[in-house]
């Protein structure tokens, strides 16, 4: 299977309409992969919170749009990191957007544990309750964003719901870095799952971004990882070897709790 990340930055100077174009041709560059990535929040940044209401969209909206056609012209499963999805009846969600080869909307995924600490997104935007996975071809895919990497019992949740492997855009900031690492690492080792986690580069309302888009193999072994700047990072893996390795150390079937 490959897998592609468009690791890009979120410049202040562009517009969402702009930077919407761009990364749908970086999507149809990609025409071959079997899965393409996109970070979270792209069309704002992630810490851009002034922008998250007047920049919302409904959930079939204009980036909806794009990122659908952008899949079916390259005939790529694209989950299309995050936006700011307005809901008509309720608040703000940070909600993911996964599309079929096709262009047809296969899962959305509304955030569930939001960051800020009473400030920013944890009280900007409205909670998601459902776990999300859904069955590729060569795998079956667990859904999270960002700030759920550092609650393991979703995880949890989501391989229980046959998840094999696990996506994760994210526009994390650069001074915790070495936690986005280490908790990709963990996430695929207690799981033995393949990780595969979607960052931003550049500088987010002045919060410098971590960028390392990373992919983790269910041994934890870092099979690629990119740099701080804009990148494309592109890894080609075995679906299979989540199976090979719950088979070969079977520590889940000695789960307690």
Same mark, same amino acid.
């Given at each position: 299977?490959?897998?592609?990340?468009?690791?890009?930055?979120? %410049?202040? /100077? $562009?517009? @969402?309409?702009?930077?919407r174009r +761009?990364v749908?041709?970086?999507? &149809?560059?990609?025409?071959?992969?079997?899965?393409?990535?996109?970070?979270?929040?792209?069309?704002?940044?992630?810490?851009?919170?002034?922008?998250?209401?007047?920049?919302?969209?409904?959930?079939?909206?204009p980036?909806?749009?794009?990122?659908?056609?952008a899949?079916?012209?390259?005939?790529?499963?694209?989950?299309?990191?995050?936006?700011?999805?307005?809901?008509p009846?309720?608040p703000l969600?940070?909600?993911?957007?996964v599309?079929?080869?096709s262009?047809?909307?296969?899962?959305?995924?509304?955030?569930?544990?939001?960051?800020?600490? %009473?400030? /920013? $997104?944890? @009280?900007?935007m409205?909670?998601? +309750?459902?776990?999300?996975?859904? &069955?590729?071809?060569?795998?079956?895919?667990?859904?999270?964003?960002?700030?759920?990497?550092?609650?393991?019992?979703?995880?949890?949740?989501?391989?229980?719901?046959?998840?094999?492997?696990?996506?994760?855009?994210?526009?994390?900031p650069?001074?915790?870095?070495a936690?986005?690492?280490?908790?990709?690492?963990?996430?695929?080792v207690?799981n033995?799952?393949?990780?595969?986690?979607?960052g931003?580069?550049?500088?987010?309302?002045?919060?410098?971004?971590a960028?390392?888009?990373i992919?983790v193999?269910?041994?934890?072994?870092?099979?690629?990882?990119? /740099?701080?700047?804009e990148e494309?990072?592109?890894?080609?893996?075995?679906?299979?070897?989540?199976?090979?390795?719950?088979e070969?150390?079977?520590?889940?079937?000695?789960r307690?709790?």
């Amino acid at each position: 299977m490959r897998a592609s990340l468009i690791q890009i930055a979120v %410049d202040e /100077g $562009e517009s @969402v309409e702009s930077r919407r174009r +761009r990364v749908a041709s970086l999507v &149809r560059e990609q025409a071959g992969a079997d899965l393409v990535v996109l970070p979270e929040l792209w069309t704002t940044g992630a810490f851009a919170y002034e922008a998250f209401g007047t920049e919302a969209e409904p959930l079939e909206g204009p980036t909806y749009e794009a990122m659908a056609k952008a899949a079916s012209d390259a005939g790529v499963w694209l989950h299309a990191g995050s936006i700011p999805e307005r809901d008509p009846e309720g608040p703000l969600y940070n909600t993911s957007l996964v599309f079929s080869p096709s262009g047809d909307l296969a899962a959305a995924y509304r955030k569930i544990h939001r960051f800020g600490f %009473d400030k /920013g $997104e944890a @009280v900007l935007m409205g909670a998601g +309750r459902e776990l999300v996975t859904l &069955r590729l071809p060569e795998t079956t895919v667990g859904v999270a964003t960002c700030y759920d990497l550092r609650f393991p019992e979703l995880f949890r949740g989501l391989v229980d719901a046959g998840a094999e492997t696990l996506v994760i855009p994210a526009g994390w900031p650069e001074r915790r870095r070495a936690h986005w690492t280490l908790l990709a690492q963990a996430r695929a080792v207690e799981n033995q799952a393949f990780v595969l986690a979607c960052g931003t580069a550049g500088t987010h309302a002045g919060v410098p971004q971590a960028g390392h888009s990373i992919v983790v193999d269910p041994w934890g072994e870092v099979l690629a990882e990119a /740099g701080a700047d804009e990148e494309i990072l592109t890894v080609e893996f075995d679906p299979a070897k989540v199976a090979t390795t719950r088979e070969q150390f079977p520590a889940l079937k000695d789960r307690v709790l």
